[in-house]
């Protein structure tokens, strides 16, 4: 413009300076995605959690071994510092749990100030032990925290994510029986979500961990980001989303009119991707998964069936299909989380854990980058040109 002399080609042009990366493959118009060369579809059928999260913090498949040592060292960091647990006492009990995760996350830090050197490899692998440990747990007292309920201990017998649901719906009074159902889709679930290449939160991690901030910090950092509902809020926007047209008593083709009219700014959530122009292969997975889990757990939510019907009328609509969107992995992950027994403000952390290895994977790989320089993208000015301070 004349201010500045740009001229309007200039901000056709963003120069992004690719990340390097060999952890995520994501082909967004073939709807690919692949962890270290593995494609999702393989792996969610196959893996569980723990094992996707080595291979994707070290680069191959774990032998049986491996695992169980692995699995065994973040059983034995599942506890909390006593102190710790009274940091949740002084947050209300409104507090939405992932301002607690981020918050709790960051504090864990101070326990290991003299542990955290990013450049020391010991204790790297440590606080990454003890991020994969105790975040869930973290999580699981947010979750009783908000529902008043006494805090249960980790139980290292049970498997990491029958561990998690003990601490989510255990209670004091009485034993906990984990339904195999549930452990199933939320271990299929999780792996789902463990990495996404430079997603927002991924890309924040690494920007804060390429300062020198330690795991703490920049996971901290990361599961703020996470907490947008462009990005991991989604989930949790999307059952609000469909819960308000069940209770208004909206057809589903007038709030998809209001869609396509932007009136008051209302998105599909669930729809559309920075990457994916086609159907999310995560999304497809989900969608199988909810089917199957409900109907074992007995569960009939007409929710299911709004958001089936909002798919159906969305994909055969030109103003979706023109702009390519379709769902993604958010539209129907809360339908089974809902059908598990969490509340909707539950739905964004159980992301954060899913999506903590690659995180993590994300950080290791940033320090060890030669070319990793402190994040700092370009900029184009479009601001005002030099001019002069009025003296007159
Ligand atoms: C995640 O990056 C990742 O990998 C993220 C993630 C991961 O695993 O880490 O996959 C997880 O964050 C998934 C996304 C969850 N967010 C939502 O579901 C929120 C709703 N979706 C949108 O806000 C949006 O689709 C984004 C932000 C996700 C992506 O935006 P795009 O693809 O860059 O699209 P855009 O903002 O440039 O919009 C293009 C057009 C616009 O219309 P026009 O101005 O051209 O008329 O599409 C429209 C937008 O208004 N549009 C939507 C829409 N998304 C885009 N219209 C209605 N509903 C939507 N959801």
């Given at each position: 413009t004349k201010q500045t002399g740009h001229t309007s080609l200039d901000y056709g042009f963003v120069n992004t300076a690719a990340t390097r990366s060999a952890i995520t493959y994501i082909d967004g118009d073939q709807g690919i995605l692949r962890y270290r060369g593995y494609p999702i579809e393989q792996i969610a059928k196959h893996s569980t959690y723990l094992e996707v999260a080595w291979l994707l913090l070290y680069g191959d498949l774990p032998t049986a071994d491996e695992l169980a040592d692995f699995d065994d060292r973040i059983r034995r960091h599942t506890l909390l510092h006593e102190d710790l647990k009274r940091f949740f006492s002084s947050l209300p009990h409104t507090a939405h749990p992932m301002s607690v995760l981020s918050a709790a996350t960051a504090a864990l830090s101070t326990y290991y100030e003299d542990q955290s050197d990013p450049n020391n490899p010991e204790h790297v692998e440590l606080n990454t032990i003890r991020l994969l440990a105790k975040l869930p747990v973290i999580a699981a007292y947010a979750h009783k925290k908000s529902v008043g309920q006494a805090f249960l201990y980790p139980d290292n017998s049970l498997s990491f994510v029958d561990n998690f649901l003990r601490l989510n719906f255990?209670?004091?009074?009485e034993n906990y029986e984990v339904n195999p159902v549930v452990s199933r889709a939320l271990e299929r679930l999780l792996i789902l979500h463990e990495d996404h290449e430079q997603n927002a939160s991924t890309s924040t991690v690494r920007l804060v961990g390429?300062?020198?901030?330690?795991q703490f910090s920049s996971i901290s950092a990361g599961i703020n980001a996470l907490y947008g509902p462009l990005h991991g809020g989604a989930n949790e926007a999307v059952l609000d989303m469909l819960a308000r047209i069940r209770d208004s008593g909206e057809s589903v083709e007038r709030f998809v009119a209001r869609v396509k009219n932007k009136e008051d700014g209302v998105k599909l959530m669930g729809f559309g991707h920075r990457v994916y122009k086609n159907y999310d292969p995560r999304a497809k997975l989900v969608k199988e998964s909810a089917d199957e889990v409900l109907n074992e757990l007995g569960v009939v939510d007409p929710l299911l069936d709004l958001a089936k019907e909002l798919e159906e009328i969305a994909l055969s609509d030109d103003y979706f299909r023109e702009r390519r969107l379709y769902p993604n992995v958010?539209?129907?992950?809360g339908v089974i989380y809902k059908a598990m027994g969490?509340?909707?403000?539950?739905f964004t952390p159980l992301f954060a854990i899913g999506r903590l290895p690659g995180w993590l994977a994300h950080w290791r790989e940033m320090q060890n980058?030669?070319?990793?320089?402190i994040g700092r993208p370009q900029q184009l000015y479009i601001g005002s040109a030099e001019r002069d301070y009025p003296t007159s």
């Open positions: 255990g209670v004091l009074a390429s300062t020198g901030a330690n958010d539209f129907y992950t969490f509340p909707t403000r539950m980058d030669p070319q990793t320089k």
